[in-house]
């Protein structure tokens, strides 16, 4: 099973929005709703931000939203802080009954 | 509130073996809303998925760089989920993170049960292959 492809780093300025894209194929990103997006900080745990393409869970902030369009999805983050900058990681359910994470990407806040 | 705490890890000798643990609590470990997953991280690497296992022990599933050398395993009466891993290579080097994914209550094709995210994740243990 292949890693979803993500783009290694992303960057905005406070207060912009900014787009982590996931892509993946037919037979995980686009074949199910079950993808998911983590943050981790250096050094720290990875923590669920998206879960089931565009759910959020209790306490994580609505300035984080995701989508999934065919074979890829995407994470947004809008209001951009400096607390937001950590690496992101997507995964995905596959048909081989498995979990793919994506190569993660690095979120700069200028 | 949700913990797991993982143990286990260390030093070992390319071809060798380790057993993690994970103990969990605040939640009700053997209920059949949960799977329990095993998901590594080589250092400055991203995150790789390895395994996971059913509230009940009866389904199994594994990356398939692992299949062969590693088996989950639980005991739902001391609230734990292990990982038995054999054979260790170089690449295994990783912080072993244990992680609880609701189950969705869908099947996929397989007939296997879908757990699609994780929601609680334990602290890690390192796991160092090398001579």
């Known amino acids: 099973q292949s890693a979803l492809t993500q783009p290694a780093s992303v960057s905005g300025s406070p207060g912009q929005s900014i787009t982590i894209s996931c892509t993946g194929t037919?037979?995980?990103?686009?074949?199910?709703?079950?993808v998911s997006w983590y943050q981790q900080h250096p050094g720290k745990v990875p923590k669920l931000v998206i879960y089931d393409v565009s759910n959020r869970p209790s306490g994580v902030s609505n300035r984080f939203s995701g989508s999934k369009s065919g074979n890829t999805a995407s994470l947004t983050i809008s209001g951009l802080q400096a607390e937001d900058e950590a690496d992101y990681y997507c995964?995905?359910?596959?048909?081989?009954?498995?979990?793919?994470f994506g190569g993660g990407t690095k979120l700069t806040v200028l | 509130e949700v913990q797991l705490v993982e143990s286990g890890g260390g030093l070992v000798q390319p071809g060798g073996s380790l057993r993690l643990s994970c103990e969990a609590s605040g939640f009700t470990f053997s209920s059949r809303d949960y799977w329990m997953h095993w998901v590594r991280q080589a250092p400055g690497k991203g995150l790789v998925w390895v395994s996971r296992i059913n509230n009940d022990g009866t389904i199994t599933t594994y990356a398939d760089s692992v299949k062969g050398r590693f088996t989950i395993s639980r005991d739902n009466a001391k609230n734990t989920v292990d990982l038995q891993m054999n054979s260790l290579r170089d690449e295994d080097t990783a912080v072993y993170y244990c992680?609880?994914?609701?189950?969705?209550?869908?099947?996929?094709?397989?007939?296997?049960?879908?757990?699609?995210?994780?929601?609680?994740w334990g602290q890690g243990t390192l796991v160092t292959v090398s001579s």
């Open positions: 995964s995905s359910y596959t048909t081989s009954s498995n979990m793919v």
């Open positions: 037919s037979s995980d990103v686009g074949g199910y709703k079950y």
């Open positions: 992680a609880r994914a609701p189950f969705s209550y869908y099947y996929d094709s397989s007939g296997y049960g879908i757990s699609g995210y994780f929601d609680y």
